[in-house]
């Protein structure tokens, strides 16, 4: 457990209701290096609150608890790759997320081609 | 690189998941083992970032990938419905199983090209499936059938001219031209030990099980 460094407070932050999970998609050049530290620099500077997870595709695999937990919630907001392939792998880990839940594809940043 | 953010990546890159709040963070390593000194953290953890997700949205449990698949990756429920069951047999970089689904519901999130990706389908890549099944059905519907029957014809063949060498060379022709054609990606072709492949029966032998084992939930699906 690690509390390092202290971060700027934003006042935009309390207004922000969703939760935030960052892929960091590991293991493959999938996605490129400087789009995914892009997408991590953007969420740091934001101050928002968020969760950042080395690899969705591992949870799955590993059925990781933590999937089912976030499934639950109706304002989650996800950080990745196809939201095809994100649903996907939240549906076979026995977690289907809800209707609700934003994916954001980090294929599609400005500076992913 | 901001410093937090660099922090942050360099976190995440050793297995750990990492929460942020608005002025702090905590990191939890989430690898199934440690990261050894100095080893990257692809080399140390135990499970296989390479395996298909069903796309329920598309699949239609015509039982393709279970029929197809000879490493026994696929499996049904008690409902008979398909599933990924034994991810960790799937062979690393090989989406052939994707290539067969005639929906191209079959994904591999770590897979560079689209729609295999999982990439949205358009109608371009339907027709390609639909082209494929037709294939299928000009050699009289049953593949594996198919394959039976011109082994039976190469046995009798061989029995004149019998040569592991020869087979042995007619498999690498047949593995290359697979690879030309983009079935099987080059690094797994490398992986695999051309002496030590494993014998026509066995493959026919596997591909018997796994079609009884798709034949027999479409049976289960039609009784419901």
Known sequence: ?113 | MPAIASEIATLLDSGNAVTVSADSYRARHTGNTPPAAGASTTATRSWKPWFPVIDYDRCTNCMQCLSFCLFDVYNVDENSLIQVRNQENCKTNCPACSRVCPEVAIMFPKYSGSPINGEPVNASDLSREKMKVNVSSLLGGDIYSTLRNRSDQAKSRFSTERSADKALAERKRCLDKLQRDGFIPAEVLAEIDLTNLPSPEEIQRRAAAASAKAQAALAANAAK
């Open chain 1, 1 to 113: 457990m690690q509390s390092l460094l202290k971060k700027p407070q934003n006042p935009k932050y309390s207004q922000r209701m969703s939760h935030t999970l960052y892929c960091r998609c590991a293991y493959a050049q999938v996605i490129s290096g400087p789009v995914k530290n892009a997408r991590l620099e953007q969420l740091c500077a934001s101050g928002e609150e968020f969760e950042a997870v080395p690899d969705l595709c591992e949870m799955a695999a590993t059925r990781d608890p933590r999937l089912a937990e976030l499934a639950r919630r109706d304002d989650l907001r996800i950080i990745a790759c196809h939201p095809r392939a994100v649903k996907g792998l939240f549906t076979q880990a026995g977690c289907p997320l809800p209707p609700t839940a934003e994916i954001v594809n980090m294929h599609e940043s400005p500076s992913a081609s």
